[in-house]
């Protein structure tokens, strides 16, 4: 099979940073067509050469092991082209089409790593230009759009030049190895499916912190938040892993009915709910790292008045017979005390004492998604510390580390997602459907914050978060997982 990749956006961060990357992994790995072309595009007038030297220093900023050696990238680089263009210019697209009459691939891929505000410019332009043929795929990036109307704009006019079959939207938590470790873990086993509800399960903790703050990309952020960039999409996928019922097949849009029907269930949020249960944080200067490092509003690009919140902590309910009354706590931030994102399923303490246990203890299940991609199981034993008192329990842990087990080569999200763009598999993107219930549910939050500088609270970077996240979740007796 031959493919063509059209990377627009091909000069961006993404594109540097995540997209080629992966490609090169999937080249490395021999998953990649060997017959194909990817064809980054940008407004320079760049030569097919001088966009491979262009890449090829960039890769000098890959983590090592997955940087090509010299001879690596020489061979990958035959695959990549240049296409100058401007998305917002109709006579652009008549060249594109020229270049890939060239070859006439079975497979194109249409990848639209740019501002979301040219979506839909792209899509009626690509249209026009009769790109949008059944071989076609297109992939959006996310956040696709700013809120529900904008969003459902964009799936509008994608939709009047695409299928829903042809249509991509990116979610790259979906395609991390340890959310699909969750999946396999609720529908691939059966020990767990029995424990999965509100008589056993205390609360579920989401959290996704990041010890960088927001790097090069200060306006794009200034302008998003934490609430767009990270839960509106990532976050609420990990709820709707976590909570869906089981699909009734591996298809993906039986997958997808499942996670519609979560998000639909979120309990919606009113000013009391708002008031009391989610928290918005903004970072202040700090130490990462042992190093010392700006507040957000020094960050370049970021306006000195800033109200953008950069950490949100949440708690709501899934409204529904498995989980009614069972806290879902979600906690994202830039520039906390660490990279870490996991998953940790409380259960329920045991309902009648007959051990003396440490204060609070209970089984816990932590799902590790980064950095590193393990399981843990938290049990109660007898331990030996205490010889004369054979009634005292301690916390003991299972522990299975997939990256130990399976090898750290193993498959990355963007390079999952890109095979699967390329092989047309659906299962790890994302409904329009899915999007607008998630964008309808953050809504609330996102009109009662706008320009409000009430309720932003200041943390120091290197922290995790403001006190007022944890104070949230002590009010209903529990704690985050790294005070536990
Ligand atoms: N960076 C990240 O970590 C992540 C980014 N995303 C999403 O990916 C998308 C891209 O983000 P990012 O790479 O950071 O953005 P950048 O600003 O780094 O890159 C934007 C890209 O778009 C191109 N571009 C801008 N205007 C035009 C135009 N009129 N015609 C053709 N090309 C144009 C630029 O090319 P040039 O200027 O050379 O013409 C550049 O390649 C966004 O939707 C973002 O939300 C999602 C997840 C993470
Ligand atoms: O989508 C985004 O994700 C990254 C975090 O991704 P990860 O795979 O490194 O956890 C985040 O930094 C970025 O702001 C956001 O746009």
């Not at 010299?70 to 697209?93: I, T, W």
Request: net charge neutral; aromatic share 8%.
């Amino acid at each position: 099979m031959s493919f063509d990749l059209v990377l627009f956006g091909g000069t961006g961060d993404l594109a540097w940073r995540k997209l080629l990357p992966a490609l090169f992994q999937a080249f490395r790995h021999g998953t990649l067509p060997r017959e194909g072309r990817i064809i980054g595009v940008g407004r320079d007038d760049l030569s097919h050469e001088q966009y491979r030297q262009l890449i090829q220093q960039r890769f000098e900023q890959v983590d090592l092991a997955k940087r090509p050696s010299p001879e690596e990238f020489s061979r990958f680089a035959e695959l990549l082209q240049f296409q100058r263009m401007d998305l917002s210019r109709p006579e652009d697209y008549a060249r594109l089409k020229d270049r890939l009459a060239q070859r006439n691939a079975d497979q194109v891929v249409m990848y639209l790593a740019t501002a979301p505000s040219l979506f839909t410019q792209a899509c009626e332009q690509l249209k026009v230009a009769g790109l949008t043929t059944p071989s076609t795929r297109i992939v959006l990036e996310k956040p696709l759009g700013h809120d529900v109307a904008s969003n459902r704009e964009i799936n509008e006019t994608v939709r009047r030049a695409f299928s829903e079959q042809q249509i991509f939207r990116i979610d790259h938590y979906l395609g991390k190895p340890a959310v699909q470790n969750l999946f396999a873990l609720r529908f691939g086993n059966s020990l767990f499916e029995p424990l999965w509800r509100r008589e056993t399960i205390a609360n579920i903790q989401v959290t996704i912190a990041e010890d960088l703050g927001v790097e090069k990309r200060g306006a794009f952020y200034d302008s998003t938040g934490a609430l767009r960039d990270m839960v509106q999409n990532h976050a609420l996928q990990l709820v709707c892993a976590l909570a869906m019922e089981p699909p009734i097949s591996a298809d993906a849009d039986a997958i997808r009915d499942e996670k519609l029907k979560v998000l639909r269930s979120l309990r919606p949020w009113t000013p009391e709910l708002m008031a009391q249960h989610a928290i918005r944080g903004q970072y202040g200067p700090g130490t990462v790292g042992g190093e010392a490092v700006p507040g957000y509003r020094q960050e370049a690009g970021v306006s000195p008045e800033s109200t953008t919140e950069t950490f949100v902590a949440l708690r709501t309910e899934v409204a529904n017979w498995r989980w009614a009354g069972v806290p879902f706590y979600i906690r994202t931030g830039k520039r906390l005390a660490a990279r870490d994102a996991h998953i940790v399923v409380n259960f329920r303490p045991a309902p009648h004492a007959i051990y003396n246990t440490p204060l609070g203890a209970a089984n816990r299940l932590v799902i590790d998604l980064q950095p590193r991609d393990g399981l843990e199981l938290h049990l109660l034993a007898q331990g030996q510390e205490n010889r004369r008192h054979a009634h005292s329990l301690v916390p003991v842990h299972l522990d299975l580390d997939f990256d130990k087990r399976f090898g750290s080569e193993r498959v990355g999200a963007y390079e999952r997602l890109l095979l699967d763009v390329i092989d047309g598999r659906l299962n790890l993107f994302v409904r329009s459907d899915e999007q607008e219930a998630a964008w309808r549910w953050v809504e609330p939050l996102l009109d009662s914050w706008r320009g409000n500088e009430n309720g932003l609270r200041a943390y120091a970077a290197g922290s995790w978060g403001p006190s007022a996240a944890s104070a949230m979740i002590a009010r209903d007796g529990f704690c985050w997982s790294e005070e536990q």
